[in-house]
């Protein structure tokens, strides 16, 4: 198939959001109001409580005609990591604001942007530097305080707000299954939708932060998959650094997987992002029951360390330090940091038996993705397989793609590396390419794991 590039102009046209509001029935609205110059100030919410992945609208009604408000949304994550963003707007000549349809004049976002207020979310100022909204406990939901405050001001303004609502979004569906998994040297957790299944069955690695990562597999479990987020170092009696893992453990998780009551017989997705791109590259090229791979932001081969198969190590793309760049506000750039002048120490990935979706952002800081996918595509080609391999490359998108609405931090504290890495991206084109993306990947993995009998008949 051939390449897919998002335009920069087309990232976030203006009907990006509309389209599916135009077809919606709201059949409930969450409010809550306070009295102002006589006037019962209201935010309407379609869902107190949703999925993170999932669009919610938000209205306001009860302003005076042509009022000035700020909108800000807040929220604290699992580390006390404190995030906001906030926009202004101008009610209609009804004294309404509708996400759907008002253009945010200012702050955070501008245009129209349903969720904008939730993906242009920043750290607020006074914390830490190199903080990342990245989800620990998966059974809780984020709460999101939003408030409507009068006129445009600023994030930090103290006034009583015109009205305040609270929202929950969740990574973990409602009737979706945790259960721990310590299966032989297997280290991990099984997501399981609600239902008695069988259902598709995909693995889910992070890159090199290490310890046990469950957002997506939750996420991917919330929309219907039997997901396993797969544990590979630093974490209970695993290996305690990315140099001493081994193939074979992968291998056993799909083996182990695949054989589960719950996953449909056939084969296994994986889901991989930075390091766990690389990895479920290789897997796949040496696991014939791997039947759809999605790699995110990854090496065309082994990326800054080595792995072991068969108790022999692995050929590797070396760290090059001196090629790095450190930014003005202390985070490094890796982006051309692992050369790759050869194919020698490439995946030989002429030998994946299933299909394949590579997925960059081209304004990755952190390693060539781009070069990298180009190059995977192109070796497929060689030996007449590109039918099986699909590219998605984002303009102005950084490394960390991840499910939507998810605030884009363009650097962040990597505890394997003790320093802030730079990871790129222009806030509103990557949260763009992260709805794009997932929804994309959602269908890869319906379209190409094992088909339920019954739907064909």
Not at 118 to 133: C, Y
Request: proline share 6%; net charge positive; glycine share 8%.
């Amino acid at each position: 198939m051939p390449r897919i590039i998002l335009s920069r102009n087309l990232a976030f046209p203006s009907t990006f959001y509309k389209f599916p509001y135009a077809r919606y029935t709201f059949n409930r609205f969450i409010m809550t109001s306070c009295r102002t110059n006589n006037r019962k100030v209201e935010i309407l919410c379609s869902s107190m409580s949703s999925n993170v992945d999932k669009k919610v609208s938000l209205s306001i009604r009860g302003l005076a005609p042509k009022q000035k408000i700020t909108l800000r949304a807040r929220l604290c994550g699992d580390s006390n990591d404190r995030f906001r963003s906030i926009a202004y707007y101008l009610a209609d000549k009804n004294g309404q604001v509708n996400l759907n349809s008002s253009d945010s004049l200012g702050g955070s976002y501008t245009g129209v942007e349903p969720m904008g207020f939730m993906w242009a979310m920043k750290p607020e100022p006074g914390q830490k530097p190199g903080r990342r909204l990245l989800k620990r406990d998966v059974t809780k939901p984020y709460l999101v305080n939003i408030d409507v405050l009068d006129g445009h001001v600023d994030a930090d303004n103290e006034e009583t707000p015109l009205s305040s609502l609270t929202i929950k979004r969740y990574y973990m569906g409602s009737g979706v299954r945790r259960i721990e998994v310590k299966v032989g040297r297997i280290r991990g957790s099984l997501f399981l939708p609600p239902g008695d299944g069988p259902f598709q069955g995909v693995i889910d690695l992070l890159g090199s932060h290490g310890g046990l990562v469950e957002f997506k597999a939750a996420l991917l479990a919330s929309n219907g998959f039997a997901a396993m987020a797969l544990a590979y170092f630093n974490y209970s009696d695993l290996p305690k650094a990315l140099q001493e893992i081994e193939l074979e453990y992968f291998q056993e998780a799909v083996e182990w997987l695949k054989n589960h009551p719950q996953v449909r017989p056939g084969g296994v997705g994986v889901l991989g992002i930075s390091k766990g791109a690389d990895i479920i590259l290789l897997l796949a090229a040496n696991c014939p029951d791997v039947a759809a791979t999605v790699w995110v932001s990854g090496h065309h081969g082994l990326g800054v360390y080595p792995m072991y198969y068969q108790g022999k190590p692995l050929d590797f793309y070396k760290f090059v330090l001196s090629r790095s760049v450190v930014k003005a506000d202390g985070s490094l750039v890796c982006r051309d940091c692992t050369p790759a002048f050869d194919d020698v120490k490439a995946t030989p990935v002429e030998n994946i038996k299933g299909q394949l979706l590579l997925v960059y952002g081209a304004d990755d800081q952190n390693m060539d993705s781009e070069s990298s996918a180009t190059k995977i595509y192109e070796r497929m080609k060689r030996f007449g397989k590109e039918a099986q391999c699909s590219l998605l490359g984002y303009h102005g998108a950084g490394h960390l793609i991840e499910p939507p609405y998810i605030p884009h931090v363009n650097m962040s504290y990597q505890k394997s590396f003790d320093i802030c890495l730079n990871w790129g991206g222009e806030t509103k084109a990557h949260a763009a390419a992260q709805e794009h993306f997932w929804a994309k990947t959602l269908t890869f993995f319906k379209e190409n794991l094992p088909q339920n009998p019954s739907s064909k008949l």
